[in-house]
């Protein structure tokens, strides 16, 4: 399983956010990977990908959000496999918040694609505006995405645990979106086929005419700190510095308060 290879990639990638590794008894134990059932190729793929032998099974059973859910589960047995994953940094048991990008060389976008297919979301969304987002409780994996979608979309994000549930939600939306899915999704890639269906609607959309575009950060200078002390009111630097006022006030705060240092 070598991560250099794009399919192996994003097939580590989705199994860390949605496989299971068990240890039994002994050299006892399973690798099992269960999904709704309309997306049982892609288990297929993994099942052609794996070189010992395997089982697909499907079920249909009563969950909390469905009275007749019908899934179909992957199941991996070999000890040199599951060996092999766990060395990947593949947990064995519960492993949400331990995963993390692998620590050797691998297929950076086909090891997120694989993240965001089996625990992220691809399309529009209510007011038809194009999303990509990862759901995950892991810090690694939400500071990773971050960090490679920086690169790809040249805005920044920083993630937080939501207060309901401790989830880090990282969504990229509208410009952003559009750069990031075609980078992942590109032709030929291995995929949920209604993923790739979704990131290639998404190059479709066009940003309206009465939408404010996003503006960049404009970051406070050392000078600038200076002639707002000096002026010691937010409305007349503003002024001189072509800020507004609020932005002012709200950094004249910060200088007095001690919530930024001061200039030097």
């Known amino acids: 399983m070598d991560l250099k290879v794009p399919e192996y990639a ?3 990638g989705f199994l860390q956010a949605d496989g299971h590794l068990a240890q039994g008894a002994g050299q ?4 099992t990977a269960e999904i709704n ?5 892609i288990l297929r793929r993994f099942q ?27 199941t991996l047995c070999s000890l040199e496999a599951r060996t092999k994953l766990n060395e ?8 949400s918040k331990q995963i993390a990008p692998p620590r050797v060389p691998f297929s950076r976008r086909d090891y997120l694609r694989g993240m965001i297919d089996a625990d992220g979301s691809v399309g529009y969304t209510s007011k038809d505006l194009p999303f990509v987002a990862l759901t995950t409780q892991s810090t690694a994996i939400a500071a990773y995405l971050c960090f490679y979608a ?15 549930d401790g989830i880090y939600n990282v969504m990229y939306a509208r410009e952003a979106a559009q750069k990031l899915s075609a980078h992942l999704y590109y032709p030929g890639c291995l995929a949920l086929e209604r993923k790739q269906s979704a990131a290639d609607s998404l190059i479709d959309w066009t940003r309206p005419a009465d939408m404010r575009a996003a503006c960049t950060k404009r970051r406070w ?6 002639v707002l002390l000096k002026h010691n009111n937010a409305a007349d630097a503003a002024r001189e510095l072509g800020r507004t006022d609020k932005s002012c006030h709200l950094r004249l705060w910060r200088l007095r308060n001690g919530e930024v240092p001061m200039p030097e």
């Not at 006892?28 to 690798?31: A, E, F, I, N, V």
Request: net charge positive; charged share 35%; glycine share 6%.
């Open 10 to 12: 994003y097939m580590f």
């Open 150 to 164: 920086r690169k790809i979309t040249k805005v920044e994000r920083h993630p937080k645990r939501n207060a309901r």
């Open 48 to 74: 052609e990908l794996t070189p010992y032998n395997s089982s697909i099974r499907e079920r249909t059973r009563e969950t909390n959000f469905a009275k007749t859910h019908h899934s179909a589960t992957w």
């Open 28 to 31: 006892k134990g399973s690798l």
């Open 88 to 95: 990947l940094g593949l947990p064995y048991g519960r492993k």
């Open 37 to 41: 059932i309309r997306d049982i190729g």
């Open 221 to 226: 200078k050392e000078w600038e700190d200076r």
